[in-house]
T-cell receptor
Framework: DAGVTQSPTHLIKTRGQQVTLRCSPKSGHDTVSWYQQALGQGPQFIFQYYEEEERQRGNFPDRFSGHQFPNYSSELNVNALLLGDSALYLC???FGQGVYYEQYFGPGTRLTVT | AQTVTQSQPEMSVQEAETVTLSCTYDTSESNYYLFWYKQPPSRQMILVIRQEAYKQQNATENRFSVNFQKAAKSFSLKISDSQLGDTAMYFCAFMKHEGGSEKLVFGKGTKLTVNP
């Protein structure tokens, strides 16, 4: 049973560029959440996707956008990158809405903005 | 707003001994879930233990147990018989139910080092 996978593992971008991160949820899961973890901090919620729609959003600017595909996989897009966007981006999957199910995390994508 | 506070940035323990990590949270909700996650240097966030607020019995998973004090809004993690593989960042998290969906609110973490 494959767990949550993310790609790429790490990447380096320049300020002003755009980046796309990808996530495949755990088998049987239909909900994907994205978190940003700055160095030395706990993860911060970016947004959650269910049924190909953004269901909830954290305190992040519109430069952060996402998408969920019919197979439940998801992408996180960040436009006009800033140095402060450098972080570990975690994807978590779960099943259903309105129920308290565990979120299973992927290994993350380390983004460095120079 | 829900907040999660971990007051111990770093802790260390000798192998085979017991250590307790502290966590307090603030919420006005009556039913909620609390979690402890472990993040080793490999970065993979791993669920250690889960507590449902409506259950008075403290959760236990092998060497890991919690002391859940709902009135005090305290949720500490006890690791017994510490092993070298327990070395990691430990995050306390509160699951917030909002608008029909759920999100995790994390503390800043406690770095635990198990010494041989």
């Amino acid at each position: 049973d494959a767990g949550v996978t993310q790609s790429p593992t790490h990447l380096i971008k320049t300020r002003g560029q755009q980046v796309t991160l990808r996530c495949s949820p755990k088998s049987g899961h239909d909900t994907v959440s994205w978190y940003q973890q700055a160095l030395g901090q706990g993860p911060q919620f970016i947004f959650q996707y269910y049924e190909e729609e953004e269901r909830q959003r954290g305190n992040f600017p519109d430069r952060f956008s996402g998408h969920q595909f019919p197979n439940y996989s998801s992408e996180l897009n960040v436009n006009a990158l800033l140095l402060g966007d450098s972080a570990l981006y975690l994807c978590a999957s779960s099943f259903g809405q309105g129920v308290y199910y565990e979120q299973y995390f992927g290994p993350g994508t380390r983004l460095t903005v120079t | 707003a829900q907040t999660v506070t971990q007051s111990q940035p770093e802790m260390s323990v000798q192998e085979a001994e017991t250590v307790t990590l502290s966590c307090t949270y603030d919420t006005s909700e009556s039913n909620y879930y609390l979690f402890w996650y472990k993040q080793p240097p490999s970065r993979q966030m791993i669920l250690v233990i889960r507590q449902e607020a409506y259950k008075q019995q403290n959760a236990t998973e092998n060497r890991f147990s919690v002391n859940f004090q709902k009135a005090a809004k305290s949720f500490s993690l006890k690791i017994s018989d510490s092993q070298l593989g327990d070395t990691a960042m430990y995050f306390c998290a509160f699951m917030k139910h909002e608008g029909g969906s759920e999100k995790l609110v994390f503390g800043k973490g406690t770095k635990l080092t198990v010494n041989p």
